[in-house]
């Protein structure tokens, strides 16, 4: 069985004199969501954030902006252009658009070439691959315009490929659940203080958003022996204030290899000393957002089953 | 200018008492390649086998053995099923079909998943991945019938990625020949008393093929900037008689990354301290041949420029 993990992600910022996001209502977000070919499944909110968990990853709206992740063979920049095109250009701050690393490019429904090509025909805006073709990379589209206010947001994206060990036996298994999950991670003392919703899918697969004041948290897992992939992201200062969040999930999975990417931030966990950055790349978008990509493997030398086809 | 160095590869034995593959002709042969989608350059001869020089890529051809090598958008299975068709399966001893690393998979014409349904329609096989999809790695088809003389062909395939320094910028320069491109790799000493036949392309890229008696080498080279790609592969004894060759090939173009594939023979160069095996995983085929995959890369951090699109 397999899935296509990696995301996709689309986030907008809109001026300060717009109509607040949240406004919009859930009506208007499952009807994008579902432009992407996704569904809502659950709705958390506080006073900042509405958070909402989909069959394929997760939406978080904010009043001024919104984060959408979705992954498998989901048509994102499908659901970006509706929102383009329904909220209106002018009133919209910042747009960046991201496609990660992907096991089978011929299984997507585009390519990310294509897909900027779309997005050019409503959107200004530079594209960048960061990374080796034949290796780990990330492709990220940004809308030109300088931001009126800076951004200031930081947000880390750890992905985490190859997951090993008794944490990973568990996520396979068929008698996990959301609160074994929640502890194997330690989830309620990482994330002290968030609303957690999460949901495990059948036969494995698990979804959290979580969210605290302007803060978010999304984790996505999808086991599956020969293509395993997990997928943290969080606006959490993990360089300075969190850094143990990183480690505790890389020590958690014991992943073969994982990219970290930051926007505004440049975390670094503690990893083993076998461990390697092989790969290492910045950009700076013509929005003041600085934007890191680093690759790191186990550099031990591994023996791999060759895989029957 | 992207193009897929990437090479497929078909190997075919055939039985003993079967009909001489050199005695089926050029046309025979000009025929095949075209099913691939390729043209013949040019051929040399010796007593022992006819080498042919490929728009994308090489066909060596004994009496009762040929190997095909296209690269780019060629559709080599279509070729593998002609020749089948053609020649009749009950004279063929052993077949494999390999392909390997590809940067771009959605610009194939088909995945190696259709290539292999389409060869079981006609031939029984067993297929393996060897290397994780997120890396670097090989797909491999192979012929599940016993051959029934054993087999004890070596063969080593070099596959070098992302070239650097003084060799790699002349291979992008418009001042290389084919005389140069010898001498830069010293092929008249490594490959001595063998029948060099190559050829520059226009604007650069290089192919040659190479036979001395039995023993037969191929170099192909792709040197453009952000997707270089350059492979040789031999039956030459890398192992114990010629270690010397793999070393001097891999300080020559200094490449980021390799990948090394061996038939029969386990070589290994004698590469840099900073240089580390990423992953390796090897694989008895029922034929009785030992299959090899090992993949190189320089573990120094490095930093790269993102790449615009």
């Known amino acids: 069985m397999f899935f296509e ?109 294509q897909d900027i090509k779309s997005l050019r025909k409503i959107i200004d805006g530079k594209a960048y691959r960061l990374g080796h073709l034949d290796s780990h990379h990330h492709f990220i589209f940004h809308s030109g315009k300088p931001v009126a206010e800076k951004t200031t947001d930081k947000t880390t994206e750890l992905l985490m490929y190859h997951i090993r060990g008794e944490g990973a036996r568990y996520l396979r298994s068929n008698v996990q659940t959301t609160e074994g999950i929640r502890a194997l991670f330690q989830l309620d003392a990482i994330l002290d203080g968030f609303i957690i919703d999460d949901f495990v899918f059948a036969p494995f697969g698990y979804s959290m958003n979580a969210i605290k004041g302007e803060y978010y948290a999304t984790l996505h897992i999808t086991p599956q022996e020969n293509s395993s992939y997990v997928s943290f992201e969080t606006n959490l200062d993990l360089e300075r204030e969190h850094p143990h969040i990183l480690t505790r999930l890389i020590n958690c999975l014991n992943p073969g290899c994982w990219d970290i990417v930051g926007f505004n931030t440049q975390p670094e966990g503690h990893f083993a000393r076998d461990v390697n950055c092989l790969s290492h790349c910045t950009l700076s978008l013509s929005t003041d957002v600085e934007v890191l990509f680093r690759y790191y493997q186990h550099v031990t030398h591994e023996t791999q089953t060759p895989e029957a086809m």
Chains 1, 2 share one sequence.
């Open 5 to 113: 993990g990696s995301e996709k992600k689309i986030e907008i910022i809109v001026n300060s004199d717009a109509k607040c996001l949240r406004s919009l209502g859930k009506t208007y977000w499952q009807s994008l969501v579902n432009k992407a070919n996704a569904d809502i499944i659950s709705v958390v909110s506080n006073q900042s954030c509405d958070a909402y968990l989909l069959s394929e990853s997760s939406l978080f709206v904010w009043s001024n902006k919104f984060i959408m992740l979705t992954c498998g063979g989901t048509t994102l920049v499908d659901a970006l252009q509706a929102f383009i095109e329904s909220y209106g250009i002018d009133n919209i701050a910042f747009t960046s658009f991201q496609r990660k690393n992907e096991y089978l490019s011929h299984l997507q429904k585009t390519t990310f070439e």
